[in-house]
């Protein structure tokens, strides 16, 4: 079975700050990795994703993740927090099913 | 490129009563999920159509839900009789292919509240 922790359900930084939100899977098989960002009534958008190529991986917006399989890991990073990154963040996992398993979620809150 | 359309956006009923959610995917899309969005968590998959086709629908609780995709394109998500516990969003999704990596378009969702 395939599972997705997000550690922290409220990250709050201060505009410029390092964004950095935790996603740990667990999966016995070579997982598929995303990162939705989720807009208040809107859709889930695409940021990132891990497709067994490069290990570090950029996406939209000026985000980042970096997948470590030793830690069963793939958090996301950005440099420096806007005030427009305030959303949840969705961590997920597919090994192939073509399904996604979804984390709970991260909320960033971005304070001027 | 117009987006998943989902309708309505917003729905309150009686419990026990029935209730449909429409999803339109983006054009040449053949691959069409339905999620379910509890409050505070993840989506969690409910449906996945290849074309007309479910090809996974484990996660459907089909004592009350049904699901059709006519012709490998619109789709509707049925509940009857909705109970409170489905209060929940219900996403829409579609993908240009079958593969894992293509990318997942959703929609905005279709909020139900059971009264």
């Known amino acids: 079975a395939q599972s997705v922790t997000q550690l922290g359900s409220h990250v709050s930084v201060s505009e410029g700050a390092l964004v950095l939100l935790r996603c740990n899977y667990s999966?016995?098989?070579?997982?598929?990795l995303f990162w939705y960002v989720q807009y208040p009534n809107q859709g889930l958008q695409l940021l990132l994703k891990y497709t067994s190529a490069a290990t570090l991986v950029k996406g939209i917006n000026g985000f980042e993740a970096e997948f470590k399989k030793s830690e069963t890991s793939f958090h996301l990073t950005k440099p420096s927090a806007h005030m427009s990154d305030a959303a949840e963040y969705f961590c997920a996992v597919d090994t192939g099913r073509r399904a996604l398993t979804f984390g709970s979620g991260t909320r960033l809150q971005v304070q001027p | 490129e117009a987006g998943v359309v989902q309708s309505p956006r917003y729905k309150i009923i009686e419990k026990k009563q029935p209730v449909a959610f429409w999803c339109n995917p983006i054009?040449?899309?053949?691959?069409l999920y339905w999620y379910l969005q509890n409050l505070g968590q993840g989506p969690e998959l409910l449906i996945r159509?290849?074309?007309?086709?479910?090809?996974?629908d484990s996660q459907l609780p089909k004592d009350r839900f049904s699901a059709e995709r006519l012709k490998g394109v619109d789709s509707t998500l049925k509940i009857q009789p909705a109970e409170l516990g489905d209060s929940a969003v219900y996403l829409c999704a579609s993908s240009l292919g079958r593969e894992v990596f293509n990318e997942q378009f959703f929609g905005p969702g279709t909020r139900l509240t059971v009264l």
């Open positions: 999966s016995s098989v070579p997982p598929y």
């Open positions: 054009s040449g899309h053949n691959t």
């Open positions: 159509y290849e074309n007309e086709e479910a090809v996974d």
